[in-house]
């Protein structure tokens, strides 16, 4: 099976290149513009990222290879004037072949709204806005961009809210976002969602469950706070939308301290039925930057990441204790407009008070951009493991296209 999963790899590699073009060809991708000069305009972006996974830790009656559509998005936003913006992003995520629906009516197989906001300008550089949004607290990659990550997807545990207080990582409520010279801020007071992944009852299981709105109520545990401030020492990223980058493929010269928060009154409620704040806090750093003249470039990045989600909760992915996660890539030398080759190594790890242990995640990956992040193919094998337990090994392989 393994022979079979890297010919797979192979001829997914392979072919891609033979029709390899500049990523100079997306100077703008594909923009409606309503007048001579741009400023009033629709703009779409669309993008596909599609996985052939091997686990190598599987019951016997389940196939160690798979395939799934990882994420089918698209999304679009227009400005009439510099005064106001609407965005709207919709799609599904993680179709496979247990979830399929055979007539495509089925709960997986359905297109919903990732975003959908409104945004006005109050002055230069300070802009508020309402709506279903992914203006986030807490750190850099709780506001990554799907489209452009450096490692094939994004640290798990830094989504730190994701199906518990929010809708796939966005809330619906208002925010502020904007720049004071190098530094940039968003901040954001949102509704907290009644139904959450978490639909364990605290007295019956014994355990502390992320459901305050559903059993104490909104009045008590209907809001969260949160914000993320970063300053930008060398070159300045674009806060137009809240997307960050995860490689510019040296392009530019980024240096960035941040820090973040996240605070839900009785998000969750304790064993006893008493409720308790989440509270999240994380401090990061990023580096983006050409090594030199031959196409060469860097893209490392660390946080750590104080997680509160009330006495002893763990839930799956998500527990109590602290995460210190990193990841580096280094491009390898060549022409911008030809295929190019980027290794990548990840780790993360963090501590889970409810067991008094800890859990470990390795990475190691490549990218294969064609045509930049426009055109990619990534490969990766991770291993992940808790406490004394056995490691579980799995390979991915996706490709990705956006336009």
Same mark, same amino acid.
């Given at each position: 099976?393994?022979?079979?999963?890297?010919?797979?790899?192979?001829?997914?590699?392979?072919?891609?290149?033979a029709?390899?073009?500049?990523?100079t060809?997306?100077?703008?991708?594909?923009?409606?513009?309503?007048?001579?000069?741009?400023?009033?305009?629709l703009?779409?972006?669309?993008?596909?990222q599609?996985?052939a996974?091997?686990?190598?830790?599987?019951p016997?009656?389940v196939?160690q290879?798979?395939?799934?559509?990882?994420?089918?998005?698209?999304?679009?936003?227009?400005?009439?004037?510099?005064?106001?913006?609407?965005?709207?992003?919709?799609?599904?995520?993680?179709?496979?072949?247990?979830?399929?629906?055979?007539?495509?009516?089925?709960?997986?197989?359905?297109?919903?709204?990732?975003d959908?906001?409104?945004?006005w300008?109050?002055?230069?550089?300070?802009?508020?806005?309402?709506?279903?949004h992914?203006?986030?607290?807490?750190?850099?990659?709780?506001?990554?961009?799907?489209?452009?990550?450096?490692?094939?997807?994004?640290n798990?545990?830094?989504?730190?809210?994701?199906?518990?207080s929010?809708?796939?990582?966005?809330?619906?409520?208002?925010?502020a976002?904007?720049?004071?010279?190098?530094?940039?801020?968003?901040?954001?007071?949102n509704?907290?969602?009644?139904?959450?992944?978490?639909?364990?009852?605290?007295?019956?299981?014994?355990v502390t469950?992320?459901?305050?709105?559903?059993?104490?109520?909104?009045?008590?545990?209907?809001?969260?706070l949160?914000?993320? !401030?970063?300053? /930008?020492?060398?070159?300045q990223?674009? @806060? $137009?939308l %809240? =997307?960050?980058? *995860?490689?510019?493929l040296?392009?530019?010269?980024?240096?960035?301290?941040?820090?973040?928060?996240?605070?839900?009154?009785n998000?969750?409620?304790?064993a006893?039925?008493?409720?308790?704040?989440?509270?999240?806090?994380?401090?990061?750093?990023?580096?983006?930057?050409?090594?030199?003249?031959?196409?060469?470039?860097?893209?490392?990045?660390?946080? !750590?990441?104080? /997680?509160?989600?009330?006495?002893?909760? @763990? $839930?799956? %992915? =998500?527990?109590? *204790?602290?995460?210190?996660?990193?990841?580096?890539g280094?491009?390898?030398?060549?022409?911008?407009?030809?295929t190019?080759?980027?290794?990548?190594?990840?780790?993360?790890?963090?501590s889970?008070?409810?067991?008094d242990?800890?859990?470990?995640?390795?990475?190691?990956?490549?990218?294969?951009?064609?045509?930049?992040h426009?055109?990619?193919?990534?490969?990766?094998?991770?291993n992940s493991?808790?406490?004394?337990?056995?490691?579980?090994?799995?390979f991915t392989?996706?490709?990705?296209?956006?336009?």
């Amino acid at each position: 099976m393994k022979k079979i999963v890297f010919g797979l790899a192979l001829s997914l590699l392979i072919i891609p290149m033979a029709f390899s073009q500049g990523s100079t060809e997306y100077t703008g991708g594909y923009k409606v513009k309503f007048n001579e000069d741009g400023s009033k305009y629709l703009r779409i972006i669309a993008w596909g990222q599609f996985w052939a996974q091997y686990n190598e830790d599987v019951p016997d009656d389940v196939s160690q290879l798979n395939f799934s559509i990882r994420r089918a998005r698209v999304l679009t936003f227009t400005q009439l004037n510099k005064k106001f913006l609407i965005l709207t992003h919709w799609g599904l995520n993680s179709l496979n072949g247990n979830n399929q629906s055979p007539l495509g009516f089925g709960e997986n197989a359905q297109l919903f709204f990732h975003d959908f906001w409104g945004e006005w300008k109050v002055v230069d550089n300070h802009d508020i806005g309402a709506g279903l949004h992914y203006w986030n607290g807490i750190s850099r990659l709780n506001n990554q961009s799907t489209l452009n990550m450096m490692t094939l997807d994004n640290n798990r545990q830094s989504w730190a809210t994701i199906g518990l207080s929010d809708q796939f990582a966005r809330h619906i409520g208002v925010y502020a976002k904007g720049k004071i010279g190098k530094l940039q801020y968003r901040v954001a007071f949102n509704e907290a969602g009644t139904s959450t992944l978490d639909t364990r009852d605290p007295v019956v299981d014994g355990v502390t469950v992320y459901g305050g709105r559903r059993i104490l109520g909104s009045a008590d545990a209907g809001k969260v706070l949160q914000g993320y !401030f970063d300053f /930008n020492f060398l070159d300045q990223e674009s @806060n $137009f939308l %809240p =997307y960050k980058v *995860g490689s510019y493929l040296g392009s530019k010269k980024v240096f960035n301290i941040g820090a973040g928060f996240f605070n839900h009154a009785n998000g969750v409620v304790e064993a006893d039925g008493d409720g308790a704040d989440v509270n999240i806090f994380a401090i990061d750093a990023f580096y983006d930057a050409p090594l030199g003249e031959d196409g060469s470039a860097i893209t490392a990045y660390l946080v !750590f990441q104080n /997680n509160d989600y009330g006495e002893n909760y @763990n $839930f799956g %992915p =998500y527990a109590t *204790g602290n995460m210190v996660y990193g990841h580096v890539g280094y491009l390898v030398p060549g022409p911008v407009d030809k295929t190019r080759l980027q290794p990548y190594l990840s780790y993360n790890t963090r501590s889970i008070d409810a067991i008094d242990d800890n859990a470990n995640r390795f990475g190691i990956g490549a990218n294969i951009f064609m045509t930049g992040h426009h055109s990619k193919l990534s490969l990766e094998y991770a291993n992940s493991k808790v406490g004394d337990a056995d490691g579980t090994g799995v390979f991915t392989v996706q490709a990705m296209i956006y336009l």
